[in-house]
């Protein structure tokens, strides 16, 4: 089991930038895919961004290409997201997960998740 810790939420301006990390604990993290989610109140989860191990690939929501810049450390079992010119249509709830797939888009090819950070930006 992978255990997943989110920090670097928080409340920022529109234009701001913020940048999420998620710390692995448990299984070997780097054999896997990573990504990041997003919920904002009365939304369902929604797709933003994916890595797979090696880093070599990359996904991102059109809503985010641009402005988001997904990234992993593996030696620091860390992920990364960089988040800039950020709008107030980005406010949500953010969380991190794992896949055991090499290639990972949709919530169900996820097993592990962490417990979330919000991130609000205000107009």
């Known amino acids: 089991q992978v255990q997943l810790v989110e920090s670097g939420g928080g409340l920022v301006q529109a234009g701001g930038s913020l940048r999420l990390s998620c710390a692995a604990s448990?299984?070997?993290?780097?054999?896997?895919?990573s990504g990041w989610f997003r919920q904002a109140p009365g939304k369902e989860l929604e797709f933003v961004a994916t890595?797979?191990?090696?880093?070599?690939?990359?996904y991102y929501a059109d809503s985010v290409k641009g402005r988001f810049t997904i990234s992993r450390d593996n030696a620091k079992k860390t992920l990364y997201l960089q988040m800039v010119n950020l709008k107030p249509e980005d406010t949500a709830v953010y969380y991190c997960?794992?896949?055991?797939?090499?290639?990972?888009?949709?919530?169900?090819?996820?097993?592990?998740w962490g417990q979330g950070t919000q991130v609000t930006v205000s107009s």
């Open positions: 997960a794992t896949s055991s797939r090499d290639t990972a888009l949709r919530p169900a090819d996820f097993g592990s």
């Open positions: 890595i797979n191990w090696s880093a070599t690939s990359t």
């Open positions: 448990g299984r070997t993290f780097s054999i896997w895919s």
